[in-house]
């Protein structure tokens, strides 16, 4: 059973740079236009102790693990 | 777990509000929860007069239970002091109860049978029923975190953790720069965490791929990890945040699961005749990159991330996740959570090993080095008790797994019989932030 999306993964993996590239070409975010940045729902992981959580569990049941974390595991469950 | 009390407002007042706070925190040059944003994080700013908050405390508790097997209780707890320039320090502690039963790795059988455990437990399992070991453990973790912003383009987080469990201790620390450019739209973050972490099984170490009679000199082994981090994040629009990290993470020690067996099966039938200890390799390589997308509506926000992982045990997989944050009323939201999960198997994984003949050098049955799909639907709702201080968030989820369990290369009876049936989990998490 062959992860039928890596291909696609790989394609998206060489994209996104081009696009972050493409961002720099886009117009400035002023100051004043970040109201919206600046809520706290507006981070990548605005409710830090639900996604411990969530990862934990995730970690602990599958063979994967990564992401914007830099630690390890910290248990014996995988 | 903030909801941001004045994003909600519609009003001209709250957006001009909003706006200053934003002016002020860039000529500051503080960096705070937003900072992967590049831009400061209201609560933590100077400008907003006496109302600017010293403590941040939070808790949530998971309560989780799969149909039929482990069952978890766990309750974190966590107190940050949040200072005038951003800094931060903050301490958490955790516990986890887990009881219930765990997958042995034995193969189901398609008639009821019987098997004498590597320790000399005789056991009798139904008929394409896994068979499962009861365990009882605890973990109690502990966890340090401190981020400091410097000047307007750098902040720097460091981290410790302590968790100490029955039969696994864990020792380990992180540290994180982040660089921001082109005021704050572009921010680069290095970091790097180390793991020094001991397994001490009970009843001691049984030599790999045996019977489990024998055991191996020592009570302790060690395990390490080194993780390393490149991650950026662009600001590309008022509304529209993304992510791109790439991780490395190198382990070695002791890496196998130290309770785990196999089935030795019958050539002919594929029945189970016994069991053997599993074996796995002492180093692992693992990589992963992570594409994330945080995109504000109007009012509503939509999070989607993508992540790819590979390791050198030969496990390819990849992780789509969608969150929706959707406004009610009165500061309340509900958030939408679906989430699919695929993986191909490790190189070493087998369902059983057929008898007489050779062994390999390292096999596996746990299910989750196997061929594995998870499918996760949930949503979190998110609201304030009338007249009472901080803020509530309540997340329910549901999660099937499954596996192949029709491989090609199953042996008689095994055919009639799912090797990996699915599994439902269910969860749910409970979370309290007050800031004083």
């Known amino acids: ?78 | 777990m903030q909801l941001g009390e004045g994003r909600r407002s519609p009003s001209l007042r709250g957006r001009l509000t909003q706006a200053v706070c934003a002016v002020l925190a860039a000529q500051a040059g503080v960096v705070g929860a937003s900072a992967a944003a590049g831009v400061a994080d209201p609560a933590t700013t100077s400008g907003a007069g006496d109302d600017v908050p010293n403590w941040q405390f939070d808790a949530a508790g998971l309560v989780y239970g799969e149909a039929g097997r482990a069952k978890v209780v766990e309750p974190n707890a966590r107190i940050t002091r949040l200072f005038g320039n951003g800094a931060r320090i903050g301490a958490t502690l955790g516990l986890d109860l887990v009881t219930g039963a765990s997958p042995t790795g034995g193969i189901a059988s398609t008639e009821i049978h019987t098997t004498t455990s590597a320790s000399g437990r005789v056991k009798t399992d139904a008929v394409g029923i896994v068979p499962t070991n009861q365990f009882q453990d605890h973990r109690a973790s502990f966890d340090l975190e401190w981020t400091q912003p410097y000047t307007r383009w750098l902040t720097t987080s460091f981290g410790s953790h302590v968790s100490r469990e029955k039969d696994y201790r864990s020792l380990g620390g992180t540290g994180k720069v982040s660089f921001a450019f082109m005021r704050g739209l572009l921010t680069l973050n290095l970091g790097g965490g180390y793991d020094s972490d001991e397994v001490e099984p009970t009843g001691g170490f049984r030599v790999p791929l045996s019977d489990g009679t024998v055991l191996e000199d020592g009570t302790v082994r060690a395990k390490h990890s080194k993780t390393a981090l490149l991650g950026v994040s662009r600001v590309l629009s008022r509304r529209w945040l993304v992510g791109l990290d790439f991780t490395r993470m190198a382990e070695d020690g002791y890496l196998t699961e130290p309770y785990k067996v196999l089935s030795v099966v019958d050539p002919e039938t594929g029945d189970p005749v016994g069991e053997l200890t599993e074996s796995r390799p002492s180093t692992r390589l693992r990589y992963d990159v992570l594409a994330s997308s945080v995109y504000h509506f109007d009012t509503d926000i939509l999070y989607a991330s993508e992540r790819f992982y590979w390791d050198d045990w030969g496990i390819v997989s990849t992780t789509t996740d969608l969150k929706y944050r959707h406004d009610l009323y009165d500061d309340r939201y509900i958030e939408p959570h679906i989430r699919f999960y695929a993986q191909s198997k490790a190189d070493f994984f087998h369902y059983s090993l057929v008898q007489g003949e050779e062994l390999p050098a390292f096999a596996s049955a746990d299910g989750r080095l196997g061929s594995l799909r998870t499918v996760s639907l949930g949503a979190t709702y998110g609201f304030h008790l009338p007249d009472r201080p901080g803020e509530w968030a309540v997340r329910a989820e549901y999660m099937s797994q499954w596996g192949d369990g029709h491989p090609s290369d199953a042996i008689g009876n095994q055919q009639n019989v799912d090797l990996a049936p699915p599994v439902s989990i269910g969860s749910v998490v409970v979370a309290y932030s007050l800031r004083f």
């Open chain 1, 1 to 78: 059973m062959k992860s039928p999306r890596a291909r696609h993964c790989r394609l998206l993996i060489l994209l996104l740079p081009l696009t972050f590239l493409g961002g720099c070409a886009t117009m400035d975010v002023q100051p004043w236009d970040r109201d919206l940045l600046a809520e706290e729902a507006m981070s990548f992981s605005p409710e830090p102790m639900i996604t411990a959580i969530d990862n934990h569990i995730y970690f602990s049941k599958e063979g994967s693990t990564g992401g914007q974390e830099v630690g390890g595991g910290g248990c014996g469950c995988n």
